[in-house]
């Protein structure tokens, strides 16, 4: 997903000069990582709706997905 990808390089991107400017500032930034981890928690409780297993299950595979 586009956003998840925004919050993983956003460190890098602010190092580019060209970029800088046109960057969400900290509040949206704040507001896209609470999205970007809404979505995550829907997409884990989404999962567990279809049988996809247990919470600890679920959460063990996000943790793994995230490394």
């Known amino acids: 997903m586009m956003l998840e990808r925004y ?3 956003r460190g890098a991107i602010k190092r580019v000069d060209a970029v800088y400017d046109p960057m969400p500032k900290p509040a949206a930034h ?3 990582v609470a999205l970007v981890e809404s979505l995550k928690i829907f997409k884990h ?3 567990e709706a279809a ?3 247990s919470i600890d299950e679920i959460r ?3 943790i ?3 490394y």
């Open 7 to 9: 919050v993983r390089i």
């Open 30 to 32: 704040r507001r896209i």
């Open 45 to 47: 409780c989404v999962q």
């Open 51 to 53: 049988g996809g297993g």
């Open 60 to 62: 063990a595979a996000s």
């Open 64 to 66: 793994r997905q995230d």
